[in-house]
């Protein structure tokens, strides 16, 4: 009989497909295609990667590349459903417009209206992602980290554009070199449920000494110290809350602890554009009692 791969192997394979299929979402996804980037006969491929994610190949496929369009739609108002079908893989904008009906209960020019990522999230519930996350989160004693921030208010497409304004600060100021800072950002709220114009988001960057006068509106901010449950997300922060909800929907039910009052917290890993989003690492702090 041929040998088995090893747990360690298995899990290598079925990571590079998922990698593969996040940067092939315009290609050829097939079952066969897959198949052979897993190494895996079709005949097995199949059944295994269903029982590794917790869902079948093609609604996989289609998860993702639903979600790509979705965020495409929201950020670029030139984008139109004809694009996101085609780009999308879709034999036409009916079958895409059906597809997205069904995944999120409207049509994509009304989600782009009024897009609500809390649907996305729930839509979005892949086991694997879920029992990956729970896998390795950690609960750490995280002391206060003194920061010079620039808040963001308004949608939180926008915040890109506020991001910009605080490197334009770093860069003049000396403060806070990204090199040697860290650097973080506060939600003030969900975006999926909070109206646009409501939206707070905090940019920051770690520094050592007070903030000098400055024309941009940075400020300092402590970030509290406490306990804290810590998890990873890999890839872009367009999609951070696949990785926020199973913290709140799986894993602190069962864990017998309880929120602080206090807002979450990002912790940016990779430098942009040095690192393209889809690669980058944040970790995610939620505040425990």
């Given at each position: 009989?041929?040998?088995?791969?090893?747990?360690?192997?298995?899990?290598?394979?079925?990571?590079?497909?998922?990698?593969?299929?996040?940067?092939?979402?315009?290609?050829?996804?097939?079952?066969?295609?897959?198949?052979?980037?897993?190494n895996f006969s079709?005949?097995?491929?199949?059944?295994?990667?269903?029982?590794?994610?917790?869902?079948?190949?093609?609604?996989?496929?289609?998860?993702?590349?639903?979600?790509?369009?979705?965020?495409?739609?929201?950020?670029?108002?030139?984008?139109?459903?004809?694009?996101?079908?085609?780009?999308?893989?879709?034999?036409?904008?009916?079958?895409?417009?059906?597809?997205?009906?069904?995944?999120?209960?409207?049509?994509?020019?009304?989600?782009?209206?009024?897009?609500?990522?809390?649907?996305?999230?729930?839509?979005?519930?892949?086991?694997?992602?879920?029992?990956?996350?729970?896998?390795?989160?950690?609960?750490?004693?995280?002391?206060?980290?003194?920061?010079?921030?620039?808040?963001?208010?308004?949608?939180?497409?926008?915040?890109?554009?506020?991001?910009?304004?605080?490197?334009?600060?770093?860069?003049?100021?000396?403060?806070?070199?990204?090199?040697?800072?860290r650097t973080f950002?506060?939600?003030?709220?969900?975006?999926?449920?909070?109206?646009?114009?409501?939206?707070?988001?905090?940019?920051?960057?770690?520094?050592?000494?007070?903030?000098?006068?400055?024309?941009?509106?940075?400020?300092?901010?402590?970030?509290?110290?406490?306990?804290?449950?810590?998890?990873?997300?890999?890839?872009?922060p367009d999609h951070?809350?696949?990785?926020?909800?199973?913290?709140?929907?799986?894993?602190?039910?069962?864990?017998?602890?309880?929120?602080?009052?206090?807002?979450?917290?990002?912790?940016?890993?990779?430098?942009?554009?040095?690192?393209?989003?889809?690669?980058?690492?944040?970790?995610?702090?939620?505040?425990?009692?």
């Amino acid at each position: 009989m041929p040998e088995q791969p090893s747990d360690f192997a298995y899990t290598k394979r079925f990571d590079a497909v998922l990698a593969y299929i996040d940067t092939h979402l315009e290609g050829d996804l097939s079952v066969k295609a897959l198949s052979d980037v897993a190494n895996f006969s079709v005949f097995h491929f199949h059944r295994q990667f269903t029982a590794y994610t917790g869902v079948p190949v093609s609604r996989y496929v289609q998860l993702m590349r639903l979600r790509q369009a979705a965020h495409r739609l929201i950020a670029n108002a030139d984008y139109s459903v004809l694009d996101a079908a085609l780009d999308t893989g879709f034999q036409s904008p009916e079958a895409f417009c059906r597809a997205f009906g069904r995944a999120f209960g409207m049509a994509p020019s009304v989600f782009r209206k009024n897009p609500n990522w809390q649907v996305w999230n729930t839509v979005f519930a892949i086991p694997h992602f879920s029992r990956n996350i729970l896998m390795h989160v950690r609960i750490v004693e995280c002391p206060e980290i003194k920061v010079a921030t620039l808040e963001h208010r308004g949608p939180a497409g926008l915040v890109n554009e506020s991001v910009r304004q605080f490197i334009e600060w770093r860069m003049r100021s000396g403060q806070s070199p990204v090199a040697t800072s860290r650097t973080f950002g506060i939600p003030y709220g969900n975006p999926d449920t909070t109206p646009p114009h409501a939206f707070r988001f905090a940019i920051c960057g770690e520094i050592d000494e007070d903030v000098a006068p400055n024309e941009f509106g940075v400020q300092p901010l402590v970030i509290p110290g406490g306990r804290y449950v810590v998890v990873r997300h890999g890839g872009s922060p367009d999609h951070i809350g696949e990785t926020i909800y199973p913290i709140y929907r799986d894993w602190l039910p069962a864990s017998g602890e309880e929120l602080r009052d206090q807002p979450l917290f990002f912790h940016y890993l990779s430098v942009y554009p040095e690192t393209p989003q889809d690669q980058w690492q944040t970790d995610v702090y939620v505040p425990l009692q």
